[in-house]
C-alpha cells in the first residue's frame, strides 16, 4: 500500500507540468500556424484587399470579437 502510495503522489506531481508543457507547446504551435497562414495569405494576389483590411488591427479586432461571442454562445 504504501509503494502505491508513492507513486500516486510522483503521478499527482508530474501530471501538471506534462499538461502545461502540452498546453503551451499547443498554444505555440497554433501562433506558429497562424503566423504562416498570415503569411501566406498576404502574398496572396487574389482578394488581396480584402485581406488587407482584415488584417488591421480592427479587423483582427473585429475577427477576435466573434471568436470570443463563438465561445461564450457554445
Not at 508530474?14 to 501562433?31: E, G, M, Q, R, T
Not at 500556424?33 to 479586432?61: A, D, F, I, P, Y
Amino acid at each position: 500500500m504504501g509503494i502505491l502510495s508513492v507513486d500516486l503522489l510522483i503521478t499527482l506531481q508530474i501530471l501538471p507540468v506534462f499538461f502545461s508543457n502540452c498546453l503551451f507547446l499547443a498554444l505555440y504551435d497554433s501562433v506558429i500556424l497562424l503566423k504562416h497562414v498570415v503569411l501566406l495569405l498576404s502574398r496572396s494576389k487574389s482578394t488581396r484587399g480584402e485581406w488587407r483590411r482584415m488584417l488591421t488591427s480592427e479587423g483582427l479586432r473585429c475577427v477576435w470579437k466573434s471568436f470570443l461571442l463563438d465561445a461564450y454562445k457554445q
